[in-house]
């Protein structure tokens, strides 16, 4: 069973026991129960339902195991051919991992 979830503008598939690295969540703590009630579609063994916008009733329930995860960091390099000028800049993603315990639809 799995279901589609919409965090923080973003469309994860989850599914129990998964971990996801979403977009840092500012009042998440370690241990803390989250839930997640905008179930874009829900697979049930096969049966799927799709919510128009959201599946009525389904929810994803997770657990947060690392509120703050900083992603790699990302390089951003700006050049004019022939002017000399260049900039660099640089700076990494905050992530939350969440890890899933269950889906109900």
């Known amino acids: 069973m799995y279901a589609i979830v919409e ?3 973003q ?15 500012k009042d998440a703590e370690e241990g803390k129960s989250i839930e997640f009630d905008k179930v874009l579609l829900a697979n049930n063994d096969g049966a799927v ?5 959201v599946v009525e009733g389904a929810k994803v329930v997770g657990e947060v195991t ?8 990302v390089i951003v390099f700006h050049t004019k051919r022939r002017k000399d000028e260049r900039k660099k800049n640089g700076h990494r993603e905050q992530f939350t991992e969440i890890k ?6």
């Open 49 to 53: 339902t799709v919510g128009s916008p």
């Open 7 to 9: 965090i923080g503008g």
């Open 11 to 25: 469309q994860f598939k989850a599914e129990a026991g998964k971990f996801l690295f979403v977009h840092h969540i």
């Open 100 to 105: 899933i315990k269950e889906v109900i639809a």
């Open 66 to 73: 690392r509120p703050l995860v900083k992603g790699k960091k």
